[in-house]
T-cell receptor
Framework: DAKTTQPNSMESNEEEPVHLPCNHS???????IHWYRQLPSQGPEYVIH???SNVNNRMASLAIAEDRKSSTLILHRATLRDAAVYYC?????????????FGKGTKLSVKP | DGGITQSPKYLFRKEGQNVTLSCEQN?????MYWYRQDPGQGLRLIYY???????QKGDIAEGYSVSREKKESFPLTVTSAQKNPTAFYLC?????????????FGSGTRLTVV
């Protein structure tokens, strides 16, 4: 069972920031929050991950709520190439918890 | 550049035939994974391997088999027992199965039963 909740779809305008929300109210203290994205007919691509603190990389920023029950992936300036399905996934310790379990994600559309 | 290579990109199979999908990585990763994706759906885990000569069933292993004889290779066989094999198959690897490590995915094999 997916342990995260994401909106089915979102729209954005090109060159504007995009905030993709994810709820994970049952997160355990040892779970990492991972984000991947998948372009049509391609394999998923790693975007970013974090544990407690906000994280930044060249692709995006990850803002994690203080209680860790939600997080937000931030694309600072959306481009047409950012149109994809974005998956928010919790990854824990050992056994099946150590695997990435994908839900349906959020389909992001970017309008020119 | 390091990465994961899946072949072939497209594969057609007749009903009742077994078929093997190739997955090779040169990232020196210990862990490897196979996922299946149906249209409009998320990925579902078929099998995973933490180290050479060891693998575990995922959520939908029935009708599939794998081997892990080499660190770089994790082939998936779709057997005739798989009732609905037409799907997009994705292979991935990670440094190990630690919670802090991300996955690298291949570009996928699209299998069609004809």
């Amino acid at each position: 069972d997916a342990k995260t909740t994401q909106p089915n779809s979102m729209e954005s305008n090109e060159e504007e920031p995009v905030h993709l929300p994810c709820n994970h109210s049952t997160i355990s203290g040892t779970d990492y929050i991972h984000w991947y994205r998948q372009l049509p007919s391609q394999g998923p691509e790693y975007v970013i991950h974090g544990l407690t603190s906000n994280v930044n990389n060249r692709m995006a920023s990850l803002a994690i709520a203080e209680d860790r029950k939600s997080s937000t992936l931030i694309l600072h300036r959306a481009t047409l190439r950012d149109a994809a399905v974005y998956y928010c996934i919790l990854k824990g310790y050992g056994g099946s918890q150590g695997n990435l379990i994908f839900g349906k994600g959020t389909k992001l559309s970017v309008k020119p | 550049d390091g990465g994961i290579t899946q072949s072939p990109k497209y594969l057609f199979r007749k009903e009742g035939q077994n078929v093997t999908l190739s997955c090779e990585q040169n990232l020196n990763h210990d862990a490897m994974y196979w996922y299946r994706q149906d249209p409009g759906q998320g990925l579902r885990l078929i099998y995973y391997s933490q180290i050479v000569n060891d693998f575990q069933k995922g959520d939908i292993a029935e009708g599939y088999s794998v081997s892990r004889e080499k660190k770089e290779s994790f082939p998936l066989t779709v057997t005739s027992a798989q009732k609905n094999p037409t799907a997009f198959y994705l292979c991935a690897s990670s440094r190990d199965r630690g919670r802090e490590y991300g996955y690298t995915f291949g570009s996928g094999t699209r299998l069609t039963v004809v």
